[in-house]
């Protein structure tokens, strides 16, 4: 069992950066690859982001790339999404997931997520 924890939503302007951290515990988090996911006001849950377990291989939504950078430090049992030029449709719930399939962009490959942090961007 994973337990996770994201940090570091909150209220923005259009524009600006935000960096969510998800912490985990009660497993090492090296043993699972890592996704972020959003879920925005009437809408179905999407993918945003996935890394493999080392982090050397990155996976983004065409709706993020070249935005969002996702990484993960192991020692610290911990992945980051770096969001910059944040975006009015960027505004949702964001959760991140672990899963033994690295890369996977499907929530289902995901045995386990967070509570969420909302990302509010402002116009």
């Known amino acids: 069992q994973v337990q996770l924890v994201e940090s570091g939503g909150g209220l923005v302007q259009a524009g600006g950066s935000l960096r969510l951290s998800c912490a985990a515990s009660?497993?090492?988090?090296?043993?699972?690859?890592m996704g972020w996911f959003r879920q925005g006001p009437g809408k179905e849950r999407e993918f945003v982001a996935a890394?493999?377990?080392?982090?050397?291989?990155?996976f983004y939504a065409d709706s993020v790339k070249g935005r969002f950078t996702i990484s993960r430090d192991n020692a610290k049992n911990t992945v980051y999404l770096q969001m910059n030029s944040l975006k009015p449709e960027d505004t949702a719930v964001y959760y991140c997931?672990?899963?033994?399939?690295?890369?996977?962009?499907?929530?289902?490959?995901?045995?386990?997520w967070g509570q969420g942090t909302q990302v509010t961007v402002s116009s």
């Open positions: 890394i493999n377990r080392s982090g050397g291989s990155t």
């Open positions: 009660g497993r090492t988090l090296s043993m699972y690859g």
């Open positions: 997931a672990a899963g033994q399939v690295a890369g996977s962009r499907r929530s289902f490959d995901y045995g386990y």
